[in-house]
């Protein structure tokens, strides 16, 4: 959701739309996202743990959140320009209003982590994948848990670009050899299940949530270089030993 001084910008029904920053315009948005994800709701009675649904739910949710949130900045706004000396009844209008708007923000807030945590099971829970922990072929979930969880059982990503060549024979850099790789492709796949995940974040309306993402995926991408930076260490070392009689 871009936000302007008199403008901003949401999601409707998959559409780009621009709206007006007024307390009517923001209501009908903020009553259209709750419809929406109240829609969504009653079909995941009948499809749970359907990732499509879910994401939809999350994004109306996300949206109708903020949205409350710049309802009640208009709200205080309004309220900031009324003397209750003067116009009492009118400034216990807009209190109460406000208070509503920032009950309404909490609320959805509230609802969004339910959301999200059920999001995060559906995915976590919609494939697995084999790999080889050189301590035979075992099966983790495909989800940024069970990668992780089959780097520690490689080692430890710390402890593979930690390895020294020195005085290492040719089996042992062999080994490591195929470790650096197993490891390259669990960052691979971490990096992807991430960029999966930033596909489905606004980031007009969850900047941050987009940014910690982007973040995670670009340190990703050094950790990637460091590893084949140590992989090309370790070939050389190979070619080098093989050499000495």
């Known amino acids: 959701m871009a936000n302007s001084d008199q403008k901003l910008t949401i999601q409707i029904a998959g559409n780009t739309v621009e709206l007006e920053?007024?307390?009517?315009?923001?209501?009908?948005?903020?009553?259209?996202?709750?419809?929406?994800?109240?829609?969504?709701?009653?079909?995941?009675?009948?499809?749970p743990g359907n990732v499509e649904l879910l994401t939809k739910r999350h994004q109306e949710l996300t949206q109708a959140m903020e949205l409350s949130?710049?309802?009640?900045?208009?709200?205080?706004?309004?309220?900031?320009?009324?003397?209750?000396?003067?116009?009492?009844?009118?400034?216990?209008?807009?209190?109460?209003?406000?208070?509503?708007?920032?009950?309404?923000?909490?609320?959805?807030?509230?609802?969004?982590?339910?959301?999200?945590?059920?999001?995060?099971?559906?995915?976590?829970?919609?494939?697995?994948?084999?790999?080889?922990t050189n301590n035979g072929i075992k099966e983790f979930r495909n989800d940024i848990t069970g990668v992780e969880a089959a780097m520690a059982a490689l080692g430890g990503k710390r402890s593979i670009l930690n390895f020294s060549t020195a005085g290492k024979s040719v089996e042992e850099l062999k080994k490591n050899f195929a470790t650096v790789n197993s490891a390259i492709e669990l960052v691979e796949r971490k990096s992807e299940l991430l960029k999966a995940q930033l596909s489905n974040i606004n980031p007009t309306v969850n900047p941050k949530g987009f940014a910690e993402v982007q973040n995670k995926i670009n340190d990703l991408s050094e950790d990637l270089d460091k590893l084949n930076k140590t992989k090309t260490d370790i070939k050389i070392s190979t070619t080098w030993t093989r050499r000495i009689p």
């Open 21 to 47: 920053r007024s307390l009517k315009d923001v209501s009908s948005a903020i009553s259209a996202s709750r419809r929406e994800a109240g829609a969504l709701k009653d079909e995941l009675k009948f499809s």
């Open 69 to 132: 949130k710049v309802k009640a900045e208009i709200l205080r706004d309004d309220l900031n320009k009324i003397d209750p000396q003067v116009d009492p009844k009118g400034f216990y209008k807009l209190s109460r209003q406000l208070n509503q708007a920032e009950a309404d923000s909490r609320k959805f807030g509230r609802q969004l982590e339910v959301a999200n945590a059920q999001l995060e099971r559906a995915q976590s829970t919609a494939a697995t994948f084999k790999f080889n």
